[in-house]
């Protein structure tokens, strides 16, 4: 059973940074592909960063392309989101995604992920 903890939310002036972080326990990344989604409140939850099961192929939609940034770190077993130049667009809570069939390609939806964490909120103030 794969589990994802994330941490790092809270309040950010606009133009400010926050990382996140998700520690992953019951599997090792390289046998996980790994997202991060976001929700808003009355929003679908959309994907705001996605990596192989390598991180060798990353997806970011155009809204944070340039802005944000998909890591991990294989010893402590954890996935970071840089987040730089928020905007109050970027409030909502965040979430760390899990699939244990690895797959080639960074997947962007929510269906292709198994396991999710709490979610960690981001309220971006302007």
């Known amino acids: 059973q794969v589990q994802l903890v994330e941490s790092g939310g809270g309040l950010v002036q606009a133009g400010g940074s926050r990382r996140l972080s998700c520690v992953v326990s019951?599997?090792?990344?390289?046998?996980?592909?790994m997202g991060w989604f976001r929700q808003a409140p009355g929003e679908e939850r959309e994907v705001v960063a996605a990596?192989?099961?390598?991180?060798?192929?990353?997806y970011y939609p155009d809204s944070v392309k340039g802005r944000f940034t998909i890591s991990r770190d294989s010893a402590e077993n954890t996935v970071y989101l840089q987040m730089n130049t928020l905007q109050p667009e970027d409030t909502a809570v965040y979430y760390c995604?899990?699939?244990?069939?690895?797959?080639?390609?960074?997947?962007?939806?929510?269906?292709?992920?198994?396991?999710w964490g709490q979610g960690t909120q981001v309220t971006v103030s302007s």
């Open positions: 990596c192989n099961y390598n991180c060798g192929r990353i």
């Open positions: 995604a899990a699939r244990h069939q690895i797959n080639s390609y960074a997947l962007t939806t929510t269906g292709a992920y198994d396991y």
């Open positions: 019951g599997r090792t990344l390289s046998s996980l592909n």
